[in-house]
């Protein structure tokens, strides 16, 4: 039943097998280091309306290569799962299925990732009130290329994960180092925070 599934619907088992090795491959990257991809992204589509698409799809508070695995992976497994109940139809009548069900799934698989991330701003805690904070390199080392993480603590102790670069260009900021926030990086709708040694 498989075999004859996946013989069937090429047009469906590529985007699902390319979906789960972008999966596969952000596992591998979470512990050698981020996924080069999702900063690079947000720059080229700022502005555009495939930008906007994805803002509604959550993109930058869920990483880029996280919203295109569930994409892919949503549309290759809707589409198989026709071709499995209905393999009569052509397999490329399905993707007016798939399409748009493979959509509003990734949003919803989006949202509830984005409320496990920890958030650059709170009910209580602006994300102007990160500036001046101490916090640790969790994702780097920070450099002139995408955007790392760090962790800070905010004045209540609640601890929030925040994208950033080093402050001044050419620094860079090894993974485990302390720093300070000095201010947001507007070019990139202050999402980013700049950040600097912290120095006792």
Do not use: C
Not at 52 to 69: H, K, Q, S, T, Y
């Amino acid at each position: 039943m498989v075999a004859s599934l996946t013989a069937g619907s090429p047009l469906y088992l590529y985007p699902l097998a390319v979906g789960l090795l972008i999966g596969l491959l952000q596992i591998a990257f979470f512990f050698i280091g981020h996924l080069p991809v999702s900063d690079a992204v947000e720059t080229a589509f700022e502005g555009t309306s495939l930008g906007e698409a994805f803002d509604w799809l959550n993109l930058g508070r869920v990483p880029f290569a996280i919203l295109l695995m569930l994409l892919l992976v949503t549309f290759g497994a809707i589409g198989i799962i026709l071709s499995g109940i209905a393999p009569s139809f052509p397999a490329w009548s399905f993707a007016f299925v798939a399409a748009p069900g493979a959509v509003l799934a990734t949003k919803a698989a989006g949202d509830a990732i984005a409320r496990l991330i920890p958030r650059d701003e709170t009910y209580a805690v602006t994300a102007e009130e990160f500036v001046g904070l101490e916090g640790t390199v969790t994702l780097g080392p920070l450099d002139d290329g995408p955007a790392g993480s760090v962790t800070v603590r905010d004045r209540h102790g609640e601890v929030h994960t925040l994208r950033a670069r080093p402050a001044d260009r050419g620094t860079a900021i090894a993974q485990g180092a302390r720093i300070v926030v000095v201010e947001r990086d507007e070019t990139h709708k202050g999402r980013v925070f700049l950040v600097m040694p912290f120095e006792t």
